[in-house]
């Protein structure tokens, strides 16, 4: 696919910051009280679930619990406030990710950390974004006026490399979700087709690792119009209002084993 860029219309300057705030947010996490979980009334013991992702995934991942109710404790993993998720912010954040520092960010001892059976990682958008150069914030800046990727491709497979690594450490399975699909947006601040380049970079390093993936780029692309583009300009995290949780719970269920009633993914 070759990357289209298209410029930005004029607009107030006022609106300006407020788009790029939003920006922001959306590939940023709240902290906090960690999670979207369920727990099973059963009272039996089921498989821990870890999501790591931006903030797409957060209602996703209430609605991957509510899918595998009784049968998984699936958690949603919270980032430092503030903190725009990415492979470089995933690795530097890693223990507040897995849950081995408590919500004031001091660390727990080692016997009281949480464990996980299955970890399903995906950092790829807040790496794609464009940004102002040479600041130590982070603060989005469009491509037409001098924005800079913030990771390049060469880092971007470093810190994968890195970042599987030590999830594998934690004894759990590891589960990678490709980055989702990029369409126009009015903010200018990604470039159309970067997204494939680099789940290009992240498919080899999974296969390195033996790493299976949840292709939810090509789900994402059926289930919405790649034509058109996301109304309040904040694309790529606007999906039509489509759920994307599908592929999520059928990749969960199939890793560990959890069986499906009948007619469900």
């Known amino acids: 696919m070759e990357p289209f860029v298209r410029n930005t219309p004029s607009r107030s300057p006022r609106r300006i ?5 939003l920006l922001v947010a959306l590939i940023s996490q709240w902290s906090g009280a960690a999670f979207a979980q369920n ?21 996703t991942t209430r609605s991957v619990a509510a ?6 404790n ?15 912010t995933a690795l530097e954040n890693l223990d507040h990710l897995l849950g081995r520092l408590d919500r004031n960010g001091k660390p727990i001892h080692e016997e009281q950390w949480p464990t996980w059976d299955l970890i399903h990682v995906n950092v790829g958008l807040g790496d794609l974004i464009y940004r102002t150069p040479n600041m130590e ?10 924005g800079v990727l913030a990771t390049e491709q060469s880092q971007y497979e470093k810190n994968l490399d890195e970042l ?5 450490a934690t004894g759990a399975k ?20 970067s997204e494939v380049e680099y789940n290009l970079i992240a498919d080899s390093v999974m296969k390195k690792h033996q790493v299976p993936i949840n ?9 919405i119009n790649m034509d058109k583009p996301a109304g309040h300009g904040a694309d790529p995290f606007d999906f039509d209002k489509q759920p994307i949780h599908g592929p999520i719970v059928e990749v969960i269920a199939r890793e560990l084993g959890i069986e499906r009633e009948k007619g469900k993914p």
């Open 17 to 21: 910051p407020i788009l790029f705030s």
């Open 137 to 146: 914030s982070f603060r989005v800046l469009p491509i037409h006026a001098g």
């Open 67 to 72: 899918e595998l109710k009784e049968t998984a």
């Open 164 to 168: 599987i690594v030590k999830l594998k």
């Open 74 to 88: 699936v958690v949603n993993a919270t980032w430092p406030i503030g903190t725009v998720a990415n492979s470089t």
């Open 215 to 223: 292709d939810m780029y090509t789900y994402v692309r059926s289930v």
């Open 174 to 193: 590891i589960v990678w979700a490709s980055t989702t699909p990029i369409r126009f947006s009015r903010s200018n601040v990604f470039k159309i087709g």
């Open 39 to 59: 727990q099973p009334s059963s009272g039996q013991e089921v498989p821990r679930v870890l999501v790591i992702g931006d903030s797409i995934y957060r209602e």
